[in-house]
């Protein structure tokens, strides 16, 4: 249970579904938000009340702070989720929300800011004696680059500072490449994120992406829920997870464990968050960047821990403390995350709206389908792409991947191009089965033709 007694859910999609059960299951009320594309939407109908908050197009409606702080106040809840993606990791939103005598479901706005400026972030990470790729604080000019860029090392990454979610990289090799990508960089980060702050950070061949999750609340606890392997990637944006990271040494694990928990002492966080590593061959690793958020993949964190990670959102948005502490959380099997989304592999991942026309979803013991459609839903142009997200947890890996199969041949959709047959492959693939894989490895296979 928690204190809330009525909360508004400031997204949509699945992870509008996913916190809806949340807050029904800890006895509170929930108020979804609609924009005119998502009318008469799964989330929709399964929310106590539902307030439409503007145009089809996301800003809008689930960027529009406006609108969303009106609805708030007119429905008369006493806290706001932001979910994921839109506003959530936005730090002038969850201001505004405390602003309004209400309480925002996610990090204090200062630990969000600072944690959210990557360079920023980087220097919290060093202060908290948490490893870090070596790089640099923020760069403006094309000779401060070239200087700093021979200091850092080729080959280096060119990133936004205010980045997030793998928007606004670019690899350079050589001093003139960066030169090169410099103008385009800042060009592309200002008008991604509003910011044409951008930072240099050393490339770390052959790495894996491995990241923590933790949760905190106020009253000092701070817990770590393991990791996640999160390497199968397409352009930088991920597509399949598992838990827990596989080949990882148990020393390896106890340090990158400890120090996302020492990071979130140390900015002084609250709720749910992730603290993301490179980790390399010799499984030195290296901080990257903090999502001060729920994650896509957390549901594969609650299969092997059995910790519900929206649901301790909402108690520590209440001002109680976690419902666990370190020493009770075990670890149990291994789990599987697919993100079923409406894109063509064979075209380079386009997007493929439309309308979903046949839809079968699978089920058996140690399956879970996290999704917010319905058969005869459209897949807006507007929004992800995400359908559904498939999570099979096993009693080991060998078992959770043999579930993921099974589950991939029951699972059917039409109407638009997926990535089910990908998976399929993948789950199947000899090289992912031995486990681990770098992020690069599917661009540089052949699993996703």
């Given at each position: ?6 909360v508004?859910?400031a997204n949509r ?8 059960r949340?807050?029904?299951?800890a ?7 609609y924009s005119d594309?998502d ?12 307030v439409h908050?503007?145009?089809s197009?996301?800003r809008?409606?689930?960027l529009d ?8 106040r007119?429905?008369?809840v006493?806290?706001v989720?932001?979910?994921y993606?839109f ?5 002038e939103f969850?201001?505004?929300i405390g602003?309004?005598g209400?309480?925002?479901?996610g990090?204090?706005?200062?630990a969000m800011e ?6 920023a972030?980087r220097?919290a990470a060093?202060?908290?004696?948490v490893?870090?790729?070596p790089?640099s ?5 094309p000779?401060?680059?070239?200087r700093?860029a021979t ?9 936004a500072?205010?980045g997030?979610?793998?928007r606004?990289i670019?690899?350079v090799?050589?001093v003139?490449?960066?030169?090169d990508?410099?103008p385009?960089?800042?060009a592309?980060a200002?008008?991604?994120f509003g910011d044409?702050t ?9 790495a894996?992406h491995?990241?923590?999750q933790v949760l905190?609340?106020?009253?000092g606890?701070?817990?770590h829920?393991?990791e996640?392997?999160?390497s199968?990637q397409?352009?930088?944006q ?6 827990p ?15 996302a ?10 709720s749910?968050?992730?603290?993301e ?5 010799e ?7 903090m999502?001060?958020?729920?994650q896509?993949e957390?549901p594969?964190t609650?299969?092997i ?12 948005a209440?001002?109680e ?10 670890r149990?099997?291994?789990a599987?995350e ?8 064979e075209r380079?991942?386009a997007?493929?709206?439309g309308e979903i ?7 058996g013991?140690?399956?879970r389908v996290?999704?917010?459609?319905v ?6 142009p507007f ?10 947890w096993g ?8 579930r993921a199969?099974q589950?991939l ?5 039409e109407?638009?191009a997926n ?9 199947a693939d000899?090289?992912?089965l ?5 992020t690069k490895?599917l661009?540089?296979s052949r699993a996703?033709?």
């Open positions: 249970m928690t204190g809330l007694r009525r508004l859910v999609g699945e992870i509008a579904v996913r916190i809806i949340a807050c029904h299951a006895g509170a009320e929930a108020v979804a938000v594309a009318e008469g939407s799964r989330w929709v109908q399964l929310a106590d009340e539902a908050i503007g145009r197009a996301a809008k409606s689930y702070s406006d609108a969303l702080l009106k609805a708030a007119s429905t008369e006493e806290a989720h932001p979910g993606g506003l959530s990791e936005n730090a969850a201001r505004a602003e309004a209400l309480v925002f479901v990090p204090p706005p200062s600072r944690m959210g400026d990557k360079a972030a220097r060093q202060d908290a004696e490893p870090v790729v790089g604080g923020p760069v403006t000019d000779d401060e680059a070239a700093v200091e850092v090392g080729f080959p280096l990454l060119v990133k500072a205010a997030g979610g793998g606004g670019r690899p090799a050589d003139a490449e960066l030169l990508a410099l385009g960089a800042q592309e200002r008008a991604a044409g951008i930072y240099l950070e050393r490339a770390v061949p052959g894996r491995v990241e923590v905190a609340d106020e009253h606890n701070v817990v829920l393991f996640r392997d999160c199968v397409r352009r930088r991920k597509l399949l997870e598992e838990a990271a596989p080949g990882l040494r148990e020393s390896t694990r106890q340090a990158i464990t400890a120090a928990v020492r990071l979130a002492e140390h900015v002084g966080y609250r749910a968050g992730t603290v590593f490179l980790v390399d061959a499984q030195d690793f290296y901080f990257i960047e999502n001060t958020r729920v896509v957390h594969i609650e299969a821990t059995g910790v519900d990670v929206v649901a301790e959102q909402l108690r520590i209440s001002g403390a976690l419902s666990v502490d370190q020493g009770s959380i075990q149990r099997g291994a599987i697919m993100r079923i989304n409406a894109e063509d592999p380079d991942f997007p493929t709206p026309t046949a839809l079968h979803l699978p089920g013991p140690g399956v996290d999704t917010g459609i058969l005869g839903d459209r897949i807006s929004y992800d792409s995400l359908i559904a997200k498939l999570i099979c009693a080991d890996r060998e078992q959770a991947y043999a199969q589950a041949a029951e699972f059917h959709v109407g638009v990535t089910v047959a990908l998976h399929r492959r993948l789950t000899p090289r992912l031995a486990g681990p894989v770098h490895w661009e540089e996703a033709q």
